[in-house]
């Protein structure tokens, strides 16, 4: 084909104010700034700038995306949570061991020492007892005084008190009793004679006293027939 029959190329000008593609307003090529270069379109605007090239005001650069982690504050509340309370139950099982440790340790510690104490007590009854046949005999004077008060003061110190005196009602708990009679001036069994005292420390019995106890001799009648309570019948 010759040059003369060249068909003349068509020129189609988008003349067209919002880019379609974009939505961008255009701006007419007459009203662009003199020294601004034409803005580009966005299948001309590259998705990545290379180095040394300049964006535009109007150009924004592309941000990846953070990654969506997942939402994993639930799950690490009932872990918190969870923790908590075992560490809540420890802390109490080990309070109340060490608690009940405590009550064992001064549960011991009391009974060894007053086990400590009767013990030494018990080594001083047999002197105590001698103490109180010169004090019957009259013998407890000058030096020999002195030390007897002595000693019952220490037993007075470890809270040792003696027990038994002639006319107190019999208890077989509190008194052994060695011999037996029958008296008219008692009305139940009554330890009349007290042959050696007796020790308690508190609540505890360290030793029995040793009496003599004097039985009632009457027996009260028994009523008989339809008679009233506490009447005796006539005789008849």
Known sequence: ??????????????????????????????EQPA???????????????????????????AVPEAPVQPAADSTADGDLSRQLAERTEDLQRVTAEYANYRRRVDRDRTLVVDQA???????????????????????????????????????????????????????????????????????????????????RRGDRVLRTAMVSVSDPSGVAAEPAGDGAPGETPAAG
């Open 1 to 30: 084909m010759s040059q003369g029959d060249e068909q003349p190329r068509v020129v189609i000008r988008d003349k067209r104010r919002i880019d379609p593609v974009s939505g961008e307003v255009r701006t007419p090529a007459g």
């Open 117 to 199: 104490a009767e013990r030494f007590a018990a080594q001083l009854f047999p002197i105590v007892d001698d103490i109180e046949r010169a004090r019957d005999h009259g013998d407890l004077t000058g030096a020999f005084k002195v030390v007897a008060d002595r000693v019952l003061g220490l037993l007075d110190g470890l809270g040792v008190e003696a027990f038994g005196v002639a006319g107190d009602p019999f208890d077989p708990s509190l008194h052994e009793a060695v011999l037996h009679d029958t008296s008219d001036e008692v009305s139940v069994p009554t330890a009349t004679t007290v042959l050696r005292q007796g020790f």
């Open 35 to 61: 020294g601004v270069p034409p803005r580009p379109t966005p299948a001309q605007t590259p998705a990545h700038p290379t180095p040394g090239e300049q964006m535009t005001e109007n150009e924004t650069a």
